[in-house]
């Protein structure tokens, strides 16, 4: 499976989705809301806002390895 690296992040508290481009030599931590401007940080066991909040999990998480 090739991996993906585009993901909409869709925000908890306004429902506000975005298409980002994830970055493959970093995890993303924190995330601003373009629209609520509310930063989002990844859930309790999710390792980035992408595996958190977007519709594809970051690119190390989809090659089944380690993230960060």
């Known amino acids: 499976m090739e991996v993906q ?3 909409t992040i869709i925000c908890p508290e306004c429902g506000h989705k975005a298409k980002e481009e ?8 924190f995330y601003e809301c373009e629209n ?6 990844p859930k309790e066991g999710d ?3 992408y595996c958190s909040y977007g519709t594809v999990a970051c690119p190390p998480i989809q090659e089944n390895k380690s993230c960060c």
């Open 22 to 29: 994830m970055p493959t030599t970093a995890c993303q931590f």
């Open 36 to 41: 609520c401007k509310t930063l989002l940080k």
């Open 47 to 49: 390792c980035c806002v």
């Open 5 to 7: 690296l585009e993901s």
